[in-house]
């Protein structure tokens, strides 16, 4: 019998008893390290396992060496994956998510190279997939070749936070360019730019010359898929920054002609017409082969530019808050099952931020929240897409996706605590929801962030 897991529910009960909130039970106890979700997709598909890593507070994902995962009936915890030589400087692993079908999990995994004066860094990384049946043994998902000549579908930097699409066919990610990067040491002008890549396992990928410290042989074939410039024309569509990007819908947006398109949301960095830069909504069409070169130039790129989108995508802007009296998007915009909405966070009329809803089609946003201070957290959506999820007031909060008055739209789960829970995420089936809160370590000053579930059903 697990003690432990009985005598935190016990504890819990005491501080979640009000009536109208839902009993905290607390998964993880171990106050040695953390248990950090970060944000993605951590349930297994049958919902028994949580996936997590143990990052530290100094060194962060480089300094961490391990992926685990927690049982959410029993509070069991395994290792899949451990680095026995990790050091602060890397190699490091974090970010885990479980594929949507498959007992396999993903995550970033710093170059195998790394040294304290070439640390783990944005641009020195990768991804690696796990078996849960076969621990530490990775398989590196995306290419990465920095020796010219570059490979077609090899990537030249560092990949994070990946996720794959409802149906396995996709990984998508943000990407940071190792190429680039050494060119704006070497010239003084911005190009390390963040933006967003895809890999698909229906190309092959060439053997990658010198694979095994810089270089690394994946898998699946990778490309960039959102173009981003270091400088944008004022008052254009042009942006220097992509970023909190997730797959639309389980299987893309139902366009005018009633076929589904692949596609990936993200908030893209503008410029104002004044040069202010702000962030807005946007999307990318995504094709369904991605070893064609597009019209901007090579997929591997050149010394001196980034690898360019494929041939058939098609990038585009939804929101336009750049002159309004309150400009911005932001969170991780995420879509519902059905293709139909994005969320996101902006500020509504009285410059509170807010969750809004908009068609991949575009359109006019649609305000779902009307709180009376700021939403905390971008949301995460039920299965069904009937609902939301997001922390507002240091409490979770479950909103309907109606017609209704908001009032009766909206409940808070937990109870308002001192400190917010972060990184909700919600299991496939829609009946449970875990989160992390940051638990005081016992006889020190510290704290470790520990799991917590719901029940909704």
Request: charged share 20%; hydrophobic share 35%.
């Amino acid at each position: 019998m697990n003690y432990k897991l009985i005598l935190g529910i016990l504890m819990l009960g005491n501080c979640t008893s009000t009536p109208g909130y839902l009993l905290e039970k607390q998964l993880t106890f171990d106050s040695t390290k953390n248990h950090d979700l970060d944000n993605n997709d951590n349930f297994s598909p049958d919902g028994k396992w949580l996936v997590y890593d143990t990052r530290t507070d100094s060194g962060g994902i480089g300094g961490n060496p391990s992926i685990e995962r927690v049982n959410t009936e029993t509070g069991e915890t395994e290792v899949l994956y451990h680095l026995p030589d990790n050091r602060d400087f890397g190699p490091g692993v974090g970010a885990a998510s479980y594929h949507p079908t498959a007992e396999k999990v993903i995550f970033i995994h710093g170059l195998p190279g790394c040294t304290a004066e070439n640390p783990y860094q944005q641009w020195r990384r990768t991804g690696v997939v796990v078996s849960c049946d076969n621990p530490n043994v990775p398989q590196f998902l995306d290419s990465r070749d920095v020796t010219f000549p570059f490979t077609p579908g090899a990537l030249r930097g560092g990949t994070h936070r990946h996720e794959w699409s409802r149906d396995g066919r996709w990984v998508g990610y943000t990407y940071n360019d190792a190429i680039m990067k050494a060119l704006e040491d070497s010239t003084g002008v911005k190009w390390n730019l963040r933006t967003i890549a895809v890999s698909s396992p229906r190309h092959p990928v060439a053997p990658i010359a010198g694979a095994g410290q810089e270089n690394i042989q994946g898998e699946w074939f990778s490309a960039v898929v959102v173009r981003v410039v270091p400088n944008p024309a004022p008052g254009s569509d042009e942006i220097s920054h992509a970023a909190s990007d997730s797959w639309v819908g389980a299987a893309g947006y139902l366009k005018p002609d009633g076929t589904r398109q692949v596609a990936r949301a993200f908030i893209g960095k503008i410029q104002r017409k004044d040069g202010v830069p702000v962030d807005e909504l946007f999307i990318v069409d995504i094709p369904d082969s991605i070893n064609v070169p597009g019209e901007y130039g090579p997929l591997e790129g050149t010394p001196a530019s980034f690898p360019m989108p494929p041939k058939g995508t098609v990038q585009r802007r939804l929101t336009y808050t750049a002159e309004t009296a309150h400009p911005g998007c932001s969170g991780v915009v995420r879509s519902s099952f059905d293709g139909k909405y994005l969320a996101y966070l902006a500020k509504d009329s009285a410059g509170i931020q807010q969750v809004f809803l908009m068609s991949p089609l575009g359109g006019e946003p649609r305000q779902l929240t009307r709180h009376t201070s700021d939403v905390q957290s971008g949301v995460r959506w039920s299965p069904d897409h009937r609902s939301v999820l997001y922390v507002w007031d240091n409490s979770i909060v479950l909103c309907q996706v109606s017609d209704r008055p908001f009032e009766e739209r909206f409940r808070r789960v937990t109870a308002r605590a001192a400190e917010a829970p972060a990184n909700l995420v919600w299991s496939n089936d829609g009946k449970m929801i875990a989160f992390n809160r940051n638990v005081p370590v016992v006889g020190g000053s510290d704290s470790k962030k520990q799991i917590f579930l719901i029940q909704l059903k």
